[in-house]
């Protein structure tokens, strides 16, 4: 990675404008109506330039493989929104009434690239590279495609003397990118609360270490419109046949395309002990997705591989607890504060054929992020293993003693795409949890964070697993543990890396169980000390406040992977997240 970056060019050159205005009025007492509108543009100059060095073909000389890129893009947004708030009250119930609408416009401009690509005399432009030094291998105009969203929308709020709370509203709203029958979508949602401890029979109970207890619960729906601008439509491309300009299908459209709604129900409740000083939290949720975006196949005879659509029902569930105690004595005091929450989503439905024959192919009953792949055996110990023919093997050439095993889940005595199934492991950890301490001494403070994650899995790839990728060297997690000739029968039956080879072949790197790793971590995320002056100092000095303090960020891992950040995208070389230490001085005026 040292190496990329003293040898590459990557400069980015971005401009932000944004401009808001807005007029708030008062008709008549308790009715504000409020005018907003903002303006953002965005102009971005990108410069690449990558050296034949730095993209493992040195041996073929400077500037021989060297490739450059020029990027502009040009986009503005802009958003007009009027809403109306009525305030009353009377023998302590309180209403607010609020009704609104709203006009976005996104992504309206262009952008151009310009790829460049060696042989090059040398890398001698790369400091400066503008594409001006060569000749243009591709230029591409494209025009942003505008996205339109327009709502109207309102909501009740009723408050009864902080007994009895009730929340409604309805939105409506409307997006350009969907099909014409399906541009709009309604969506509404209620929530009510009730403070028991407020109420008289509660009191009555005279129960003093207890201060707080209410209920919440709620129902919304919610829309989804996060595709492609052009997803609902088909579209051209320009394109030079023969010597002729014109213009080719691009994609397919899909005019019934439409909104993704989401169905949720929320039930919680609150409560407090010892003056409220300790805190509980208790949320259970449910979540109901249907007609959700998706690109779905389509016959080849088409002229397509897929199309967007609507189409399935996912199912998430989950709970989330926080609890908190704090106290505060006359020179110091401290707050602990935990948190942890599981979710679980299933796949209702699928577009997808029955595979009666092939269940663990099943898409419906699984979970979104549910890996897919061959489930692993250990190794090949010895070349009898290759050679029974009662022992399934994929085709892959060159199998030998030390390459992986895999499971012949249809008994047809080879390992081929019929045998890759859910693995019932996903990506996505299902439990979080959070700590937080902190506490204070006279002028002195401190804070501690710590995080976890648990019930993640990701795949090691790249160079986590294939030895010599991109002409790289070995790591010395795979030097220390893989197959050899020169081990004993033991010391094999006992390594985790398969034998060491450049040929990266299809039968050991595939995704499997057997690089298939749990990603669950406990980290110490931040740690802080600062200390804050006295007020007579600060008095002195003229300001309001003076605070020295220092601290650390991810300074401590705990996991399973060792070798990558368990938090990296998949098991292979990424940036990981860095120690951080600050130290600093914060000053109010």
């Not at 493992?56 to 021989?64: F, I, S, T, V, Y």
């Not at 693995?423 to 710590?450: C, E, M, Q, R, Y």
Request: with cysteine; aromatic share 14%; hydrophobic share 35%.
């Amino acid at each position: 990675p040292i190496y990329y970056m003293e040898n590459n060019t990557n400069e980015n050159r971005i401009m932000r404008m944004t401009g808001n205005a807005f007029l708030r009025i008062t008709p008549i007492k308790d009715l504000r109506i409020e005018l907003s509108g903002s303006a953002q543009y965005y102009d971005k100059d990108s410069n690449t330039y990558y050296t034949t060095a730095a993209s493992g073909n040195w041996a073929q000389g400077e500037g021989a493989k060297s490739s450059g890129s020029h990027l502009t893009e040009r986009t503005w947004e802009t958003l007009l929104q009027a809403v109306a708030n009525y305030d009353f009250s009377f023998g302590g119930h309180t209403f607010n009434i609020m009704a609104g609408a709203s006009s976005e416009k996104s992504n309206t401009g262009f952008s151009t690239n310009q790829s460049f690509s060696g042989p090059f005399p040398n890398d001698a432009i790369q400091g400066s590279f503008d594409g001006s030094k060569v000749s243009v291998k591709t230029n591409t105009v494209t025009e942003k495609t505008q996205k339109n969203l327009a709502s109207v929308f309102g909501r009740l709020q009723y408050n009864y003397k902080e007994k009895y709370m009730f929340s409604g509203s309805l939105r409506y709203d409307g997006c350009s990118i969907f099909g014409a029958d399906n541009k709009w979508g309604v969506f509404p949602a209620v929530s009510a609360g009730w403070m028991i401890s407020n109420e008289n029979f509660f009191k009555k109970l005279n129960l003093p270490w207890w201060n707080t207890l209410k209920f919440r619960v709620s129902y919304g729906e919610t829309g989804n419109n996060n595709i492609s601008n052009t997803a609902a439509y088909a579209t051209l491309s320009a394109v030079t046949y023969a010597g002729q300009a014109g213009y080719q299908a691009n994609s397919l459209g899909n005019p019934d395309l439409g909104w993704e709604k989401t169905k949720s129900a929320d039930f919680a409740v609150d409560l407090g002990f010892v003056n409220n000083r300790i805190q509980l939290s208790l949320d259970y949720y449910t979540k109901r997705t249907s007609d959700l975006l998706y690109q779905v196949p389509v016959p080849g005879a088409s002229g397509f591989s897929t199309v967007w659509d609507n189409l399935g029902d996912i199912d998430n569930k989950g709970f989330e607890i926080e609890l908190e105690h704090r106290k505060n004595f006359r020179n110091w005091g401290y707050s602990v504060k935990g948190n942890f929450s599981y979710a679980k989503n299933k796949i209702i439905s699928a577009d997808e054929p029955d595979n009666v024959d092939k269940p663990w192919q099943r898409r419906a009953g699984t979970s979104i992020d549910e890996m897919y792949g061959y489930i692993a055996e250990g190794l090949f110990q010895t070349w009898d293993e290759i050679n029974d023919p009662d022992i399934a093997k994929t085709t892959a050439s060159n199998l030998q003693p030390g390459d992986i095993r895999y499971k012949d889940l249809n008994g047809d005595g080879v390992i081929n795409d019929d045998d890759r199934g859910y693995l019932g492991k996903n990506s996505t950890p299902d439990k979080i949890v959070g700590l937080a301490l902190s506490g204070n001494w006279k002028n002195f403070d401190f804070s501690v964070l710590f995080q976890a994650a648990l019930g993640g899995n990701t795949w090691f790839t790249g160079s986590a697993i294939w030895p010599f990728e991109s002409k790289a060297s070995v790591s010395q997690d795979v030097l220390n543990n893989y197959w050899s000739t020169n081990n004993t029968a033991e010391q094999n039956a006992n390594v985790f890396y398969p034998r060491l080879s450049s040929d990266h072949s299809d039968n050991n790197y595939i995704e499997s169980t057997y690089w298939l790793k749990s990603s669950d971590y406990l980290r110490l995320k931040n740690v802080e000390i600062g200390y804050r002056l006295p007020k007579s100092v600060n008095k002195f000095l003229g300001v309001e406040e003076l605070r020295f303090y220092a601290n650390a960020v991810n300074l401590i891992t705990w996991d399973h992977m060792k070798i990558f950040d368990p938090e990296s995208p998949n098991g292979a070389v990424n940036y990981p997240q860095m120690k951080v230490f600050n130290f600093g001085v914060h000053v109010s005026f």
